[in-house]
C-alpha cells in the first residue's frame, strides 16, 4: 500500500491487488480556490468526502469514474471495506463544537486505516473512539490554529493508540486556510524534526505494538 498526502486533508491510497493490478481511494479532493491547493487528475475508483469547508465535488477532471462516498455508512467497494462514521456521534454531541462531518475507516490489505477528516474537537467521544476500533494508520489533523492545536492533536492520538500516525491539516506553502503548525505538534509528542518522504509504503508486516511512530509527508 502506498500512502501520498496533496496537502489540508488530501490523500490518494494505492492499494495492491495483486496481479500488478490496484485500486485508488482519493479522500477529500480540494477545491483549489478556497485551499489555493489543486488537486490534480487521478486514477481514483473511489472518492470519500469528510467535509464541505475546503474539498470540490467537481470530479471530472480529478477522478471522473470514480465511486463516491459522501458520509457516514458502511460501503464494500472493490474489495475495500470503508465505515463512515459521524463526526457529532455519541450522546456529547450536542456539547460538541465541531461541524457535521465523517471520519473513516479503511479496512484492505489485512490493515485497518483511519482518516479523521477536518475534526476540530479537542479529544474524541467514547462513542468514536469505540466505533474507530483497533487502527494501523491514523491520519489525523494538526488543527485550525485557534480552537485544536498540537496538545489536542496529541491527545487524539494518544485515544486511538494506532502503529503509524501521519499528521494532515497544517501550514504549507500555498495554503491558504488556518492550519496547525507542525513544529508545535512534533515538540510536544517529544520527538525532533522528521524528514518528510514523498510517500509512504507499508505492508502488514511493518505494523507493530510499539508506540505510534509519526511520519510526516510532502504534499
Known amino acids: 500500500m502506498q500512502i501520498i498526502w496533496h496537502g489540508q486533508s488530501c490523500f490518494e491510497i494505492v492499494i495492491a491487488k495483486g496481479k500488478g493490478e490496484s485500486v485508488s481511494v482519493l479522500i477529500d479532493p480540494l477545491d483549489e480556490a478556497k485551499t489555493g491547493l489543486k488537486t490534480s487528475k487521478t486514477d481514483s475508483q473511489i472518492v470519500l468526502f469528510t467535509n464541505e469547508s475546503y474539498t470540490t465535488r467537481k470530479l471530472d477532471k480529478i477522478a471522473p469514474q470514480a465511486f463516491l462516498v459522501d458520509g457516514?455508512?458502511?460501503?464494500?467497494?472493490?474489495?475495500?471495506?470503508?465505515?463512515?462514521?459521524?463526526?457529532?456521534?455519541?450522546?456529547?454531541?450536542?456539547?460538541?463544537?465541531?461541524?457535521?462531518?465523517?471520519?473513516?475507516?479503511?479496512?484492505?490489505?489485512?490493515?485497518?486505516?483511519?482518516?479523521?477528516?477536518?475534526?476540530?474537537?479537542?479529544?474524541?467521544?467514547?462513542?468514536?473512539?469505540?466505533?474507530?476500533?483497533?487502527?494501523?494508520?491514523?491520519?489525523?489533523?494538526?488543527?485550525?490554529?485557534?480552537?485544536?492545536?498540537?496538545?489536542?492533536?496529541?491527545?487524539?492520538?494518544?485515544?486511538?493508540?494506532?502503529?503509524?500516525a501521519i499528521p494532515m491539516n497544517y501550514e504549507i506553502p500555498k495554503l491558504e486556510l488556518a492550519a496547525g503548525n507542525l513544529k508545535e505538534f512534533l515538540k510536544a509528542a517529544g520527538v525532533g524534526e522528521i524528514e518528510a518522504a514523498p510517500k509512504l509504503t507499508v505492508k502488514k508486516k511493518d505494523i507493530g505494538p510499539e508506540e505510534a511512530k509519526i511520519v510526516v509527508l510532502n504534499p
Open 72 to 164: 457516514p455508512g458502511e460501503y464494500e467497494i472493490k474489495g475495500v471495506y470503508v465505515r463512515g462514521i459521524d463526526f457529532n456521534f455519541g450522546k456529547e454531541a450536542a456539547e460538541r463544537s465541531s461541524k457535521t462531518g465523517t471520519i473513516y475507516t479503511i479496512e484492505t490489505e489485512d490493515m485497518k486505516l483511519c482518516h479523521l477528516g477536518n475534526i476540530a474537537d479537542a479529544e474524541l467521544t467514547q462513542g468514536q473512539v469505540e466505533k474507530i476500533g483497533n487502527i494501523d494508520v491514523l491520519m489525523f489533523p494538526l488543527g485550525d490554529g485557534a480552537k485544536m492545536g498540537a496538545k489536542e492533536a496529541l491527545k487524539i492520538v494518544s485515544q486511538i493508540e494506532p502503529s503509524i
